[in-house]
């Protein structure tokens, strides 16, 4: 049995040809503060995308490193209101309240990658698929997921590659400790570097992550690798 995995289009995805206004724009309808950073979360808004365990994991992050910080949760609420609900009175509670944004769906997709720092996804149940990971790695945006599914199997991340290739970071699922404490070294291995938005421009450190997916991910790749698993199969 081979997997294949699915291309990502580089050209679509490409943080150095995204032009600035689309950005701009998407920060202005999601109320993001001047010069805040931006830590994406994509949708759907349900339980099973754990967002309610991230939020637990921003209480337990260092305040220092979330000060000017805004989480965007992409999704609509409607099919999960009373969820949407307890998200705000799980932060309000924890007094984190105006760290977070709940803006709805997103329908600029690269942009709103664009727009972010890095990106999170905190499933708590098996995943089938994970295109938001490749398609962030490719607009040089480093990605921490859960190991839910076929999430880990996006990213380069220890202890299964070097530190050396890593793209992202793999937390157990529904673990709030364990992403507070990958938040954290996330957070302070890769700002430093990057500054303030916006974010890394191409050849900084952030287009590293673009550098180590493309060449598994590029269409010519994978259609080198259809290509080969066919002429495998008719020689059999």
Not at 172 to 179: F, I, V, W
Request: with cysteine; hydrophobic share 45%; aromatic share 6%.
């Amino acid at each position: 049995m081979a997997i294949v995995p699915e291309a990502v289009d580089a050209d679509m995805f490409n943080p150095a040809t995204m032009r600035p206004e689309r950005v701009l724009a998407l920060r202005k309808l999601w109320n993001v503060p001047n010069g805040n950073r931006v830590i994406l979360v994509p949708g759907p808004l349900a339980p099973a995308e754990g967002q309610d365990v991230l939020i637990e994991a921003a209480a337990m992050t260092p305040p220092h490193l979330l000060r000017d910080v805004t989480f965007v949760l992409i999704g609509e609420t409607r099919a999960h209101r009373r969820y949407a609900r307890a998200l705000s009175a799980s932060a309000r509670r924890r007094r984190i309240a105006p760290l977070f944004v709940r803006p709805g769906a997103c329908t600029d997709w690269p942009a709103a990658l664009a727009a972010a720092d890095f990106v999170v996804i905190p499933a708590v149940t098996q995943r089938l698929y994970g295109d938001p990971i490749p398609q962030s790695q490719t607009m040089a945006r480093p990605v921490i997921a859960s190991a839910a599914g076929i999430l880990p199997e996006h990213l380069l991340a220890p202890p299964r590659m070097p530190k050396s290739l890593r793209t992202g970071w793999i937390v157990p699922p529904g673990d709030p400790q364990a992403l507070a404490e990958t938040l954290t070294e996330a957070i302070s291995s890769i700002w430093p570097a990057t500054g303030r938005w916006p974010p890394a421009p191409a050849g900084s450190r952030n287009s590293c992550f673009r550098r180590k997916t493309l060449p598994l991910r590029s269409s010519k790749f994978i259609m080198n690798y259809w290509k080969a698993i066919l002429t495998h199969c008719i020689r059999r």
